[in-house]
């Protein structure tokens, strides 16, 4: 069992900064992609930005110079820095992984459950 766990999600004034955090657990042989998107009220779930292992890194145009994604390999954790927020970030924010289980030959896609983050005006 792969498990995956946010945190981080708050509520926080615009210009303001967040950091979110998404561990995850169980018997993992590896992880390829870790990314994090989101979905605001009535809209579709974008990607917001992801880490490949080697990592390259893609962001979202919306989001380009103001936040940063990172990870951590030993502790199979990945970050969402997130700076100079704005009111149209507001939205559940959501980890996403690509994860290789322990006796598994395939890779499988796990989201984690999602962080409220709310930026008032």
């Known amino acids: 069992q792969v498990q995956l766990v946010e945190s981080g999600g708050n509520l926080v004034q615009a210009g303001g900064s967040l950091r979110l955090s998404c561990a995850a657990s169980?018997?993992?042989?590896?992880?390829?992609?870790m990314g994090w998107y989101r979905q605001a009220p009535g809209k579709q779930r974008e990607r917001v930005a992801q880490i490949t292992s080697g990592g390259i890194i893609n962001y979202a145009d919306s989001v380009k110079g103001r936040f940063t994604i990172s990870r951590d390999n030993a502790k199979n954790t990945v970050y969402l820095q997130m700076t100079g927020l704005e009111s149209e970030d507001t939205a559940v924010y959501y980890c996403?992984?690509?994860?290789?289980?322990?006796?598994?030959?395939?890779?499988?896609?796990?989201w984690g459950q999602g962080t409220q983050v709310t930026v008032s005006t």
């Open positions: 169980g018997s993992i042989f590896s992880i390829n992609l």
């Open positions: 996403q992984m690509i994860i290789r289980p322990v006796s598994s030959r395939a890779s499988y896609t796990y």
